[in-house]
């Protein structure tokens, strides 16, 4: 039992895999990842991250995705090591250049990181949040290595004793440090269009189809955090977590009025979850 890890074609445990320098993740952040949960056989949604994986792969110049195939095998080759009948996957690819230097040549050679850790499962605890500006940069939808400024956002809300922070950009909310926003008001879900500023995440997805089976009506587009602090309910949702429900933002009690919604989403999104999974 334990996290284990798979590097260019050695598998171990973490401390046990080493990542050489001509790696660039390690000097640019030159790489995009992924982040899954499995349970029992199954890789949840593996197709739909596959999916972004090309295209964040495509939109930093990396035209070839390793094959849907090898990627299973390593991850449940991982699974299989660890132990664990309910993970957390994180998979990362990255250019190579013998040396330092800023330049990408378009080589063959990616690096192929993949790793395994434990899912202690769902937690419902509401979440309090803080906002910060969204100083990040343009290409928000890829989901790059540069994580930098969602490091330091969540830093700061731990620094207050909070659990996350919430991006604005120019008035408007975009999303979490570590997720994407919605909120819900009037019956109605509300949450940021998928443009250069959110990840187009795949639990937002599931939000979305979730509301349009229980007939709650979507509208995609950017609220300020007035609307923000308003909301019946404001829901974060990422692979790991789900959807949680948000208790306050910036001090701000938020009045978490519309539970019936909040719930009915949350269990339909589970469902599918353990439904595709334990099949
Ligand atoms: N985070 N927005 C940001 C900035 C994220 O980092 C994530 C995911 C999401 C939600 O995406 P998805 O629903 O596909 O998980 C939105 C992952 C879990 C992470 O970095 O660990």
Do not use: W
């Amino acid at each position: 039992m334990g996290d284990y890890a798979y590097y260019n074609g050695r598998y171990g445990k973490y401390p046990e895999i080493n990542v050489p320098l001509t790696d660039r993740a390690l000097f640019f952040g030159d790489g995009v990842y992924e982040v899954m949960l499995y349970r029992g056989e199954v890789i949840y949604q593996f197709d739909e991250h596959y999916e972004r994986l090309t295209k964040s792969l495509k939109a930093i110049g990396i035209s070839r995705t390793p094959e849907a195939r090898a990627l299973r095998s390593v991850i449940y080759k991982l699974c299989d090591l660890s132990g664990y009948s309910e993970g957390i996957i994180y998979l990362q690819i990255s250019a190579s250049s013998p040396s330092r230097t800023h330049e990408r040549v378009e080589s063959l050679t990616y690096n192929l990181l993949v790793s395994v850790s434990k899912y202690s499962g769902y937690e419902d605890k509401a979440l309090s949040l803080i906002t910060v500006t969204d100083r990040r940069h343009g290409i928000c939808n890829v989901k790059s290595l540069n994580l930098l400024l969602s490091v330091l956002a969540l830093n700061e809300a731990r620094a207050v004793g909070c659990d996350g922070a919430v991006f604005v950009r120019g008035g408007t909310v975009t999303e979490e440090s570590r997720s994407n926003v919605s909120i819900l008001k009037s019956g109605k879900l509300i949450t940021h269009p998928t443009d250069n500023y959110i990840l187009p995440g795949i639990m937002r997805s599931n939000l979305i189809r979730a509301a349009g089976e229980l007939g709650i009506p979507v509208i995609e587009r950017g609220f300020s955090i007035s609307e923000l602090y308003g909301a019946d309910e404001v829901i974060i949702s990422s692979t790991t977590k789900f959807v949680r429900r948000v208790s306050s933002i910036d001090g701000h009690e938020i009045k978490m009025r519309d539970s019936e919604r909040f719930f009915s989403l949350k269990e339909r999104l589970l469902l599918d979850y353990f439904d595709k999974c334990d099949a």
